[in-house]
């Protein structure tokens, strides 16, 4: 069985509408670590409901359109998918409930050749289901180890996203130290990704781990976290935009060092490695930020 281009890049995605409450945030934050220490009082804003801030990339745990390549039809071998890119775009403030709408659509599906593996890219438009008002694009590129090679057969290979830029030659400008909490995992699990390889002994070990596995969207949240700490003054509004590549897994329990270089007007260069093991766990990241904070959506 091969990749169906034609099936995967018109995969009839249905609109998703959903609810999200101030709890979903505040459960968001603390799989993050946020407020670990509870008399960080910067962090509490995230954690409690009186003037409540929501990390944006909350929204990557809401709306996402699920298991859809496991589906026999689009021919993936599921088993052997990876997360590979994620990027997000935000257009407004994020309040800390509402209902949200979702419409997500394949935009690319890239060829890189046999034994190479394809890129499966789709696009999700996340909007405020009331008004309508845009609040986010998010782009998740997907890693089909087992798929490279299907367009031998004539079928359609798609040109891939932009590369991500590396990271500048020379000393970061900025670092912060994140640890992460044993029980990261089985925090991180209530947003919504229940994959066993996160918490099951069983399947870490059919894995060929000797421990559970950080979910990569955590470690792309606690990155964004990092950000928002260190050149947003704690205003998450102020975070317009962030890329990165998975590099390695994170097992929890380990300490994440973010470094930043600071570019030209808004834009920073940053990646995230594990300090224990001196292993780079997210590479090519690229964030904007705004110069000025706007009013926060309570």
Known sequence: MTIDYQAVKHWPFAEAVCDYQADDCIRYAL?????????????????????????????????????????????????????????????DALPPSGKLLNKTQVVSVVDKGAGKGALVTTVRDVSDAFTGKPLARVEHVSFCRADGGYSASGAPS??????????????????????????????????????PIHAVPSAWKKAGFDQPILHGLCTFGMAARGLVKLLCADAPQRLKSIAARFSSPVFPGETLVLSVWCADGETLHFEVHVKERKIKVLSNGVATVSSSPVSHVA
Do not use: C
């Open 31 to 91: 799989s993050l670590g946020m407020a670990a220490d509870p008399f960080d009082e910067e962090d509490l804003r995230f954690v409690l409901e009186y003037d409540q801030l929501v990390l944006p990339t909350f929204l990557a745990t809401v709306g996402a359109p699920g298991a859809w390549a496991t589906h026999p039809d689009t021919g993936i071998d599921w088993m052997q998918i990876l997360h590979g890119e994620h990027r997000m775009q935000f257009f």
């Open 158 to 195: 798609d040109a891939p996203l932009p590369a991500l830029p590396a990271v500048p030659d020379r000393a970061p400008d900025l670092q912060l130290e994140m640890p992460t909490l044993k029980n990261a995992a089985l925090l991180y699990r209530l947003n919504g990704d229940r994959n």
